[in-house]
Nanobody, 122 residues
Framework: QMQLAESGGGLVQAGGSLRLSCAAS????????MGWFRRAPGKEREFVGG????????VYADSVKGRFTISRDNAKNTGYLQMNSLKPEDTAVYYC???????????????WGQGTQVTVSS
C-alpha cells in the first residue's frame, strides 16, 4: 500500500502561482509514476498531468500546458505541481495519485491522496 498526502493549496488571485506537494509513504521502495488530477465543482475529475519515476517523462493536459510543471524528488518521496499564471477556471480540488511501474494511462492510478483545495479569484 501507498499513502499520499497533498499540501500547498489555498486562495490566490488570477495570474498568481501556487506549488502543491505530494508526500508519499508506505510502498515507496517500488518504482512508481505520479500524477495530478483535479475536480472542479459540478465537473468530472480531470487529468492534469503525470511524471515518470525518473522524472524524464512528463505529460500534461492541454488546459495546463505551458503553465503547470510537474516534478519530483525521489529522495524525499515527494512530487510537486508548480502552477503559474493561474486562472479562475483552475479552481478545483487537486489530487495526487500514484501507480506502480511506468507512467501509463491516467486510468491506471491505484493510490490517491485526499485532495487539497485551490481557489483562484478573479
Amino acid at each position: 500500500q501507498m499513502q499520499l498526502a497533498e499540501s500547498g493549496g489555498g486562495l490566490v488571485q488570477a495570474g498568481g502561482s501556487l506549488r502543491l506537494s505530494c508526500a508519499a509513504s508506505g510502498r515507496t521502495s517500488s518504482t512508481y509514476a505520479m500524477g495530478w488530477f483535479r475536480r472542479a465543482p459540478g465537473k468530472e475529475r480531470e487529468f492534469v498531468g503525470g511524471i515518470s519515476w525518473g522524472g524524464g517523462t512528463t505529460v500534461y493536459a492541454d488546459s495546463v500546458k505551458g503553465r503547470f510543471t510537474i516534478s519530483r524528488d525521489n529522495a524525499k518521496n515527494t512530487g510537486y505541481l508548480q502552477m503559474n499564471s493561474l486562472k479562475p477556471e483552475d479552481t478545483a480540488v487537486y489530487y495526487c495519485a500514484a501507480k506502480l511501474g511506468r507512467l501509463g494511462s491516467p486510468r491506471e492510478y491505484d493510490y490517491w491522496g485526499q485532495g487539497t483545495q485551490v481557489t483562484v479569484s478573479s
